[in-house]
């Protein structure tokens, strides 16, 4: 299978969506939605990496399956207010390049 673009993520995304007469849910709505989906990543991660090991009834989630709904909640966003999030991408990728360009350590990339 080819690596998708982000733009065709969400030309996909907006593809499924747009089958639906009730479209995007509003900028709240998904915005909780959002909420709700980062909690269950936190929840996931708890059990995986912290001290709160699931109980024998709860369902198994995986940290791959709540990146993925917050990675579609977040497209939903973007699309419903017309975000090309690849453009978005590249002007938060520059800011972090200049703003905090001397922030951490680089690795040194010289051969040894």
Known sequence: MSEKSLKEI????????????????SPLAMLARMSEEVG???REV???FGPKPKKPDEADNSIELELG????????????????????????????????????TKKNTEQE
């Open 46 to 48: 708890n059990h995986q």
């Open 10 to 25: 969400q030309r996909e995304v907006d593809a499924y969506i747009s089958q639906f007469k009730e479209g995007y849910f």
């Open 69 to 104: 709904d917050i990675l579609f909640i977040t497209i939903c966003f973007a699309n419903s207010l017309g975000i090309d999030l690849t453009k978005a991408h590249d002007e938060v990728l520059n800011k972090f390049r200049t703003r905090d360009a001397d922030r951490w």
């Open 40 to 42: 269950e990543l936190a």
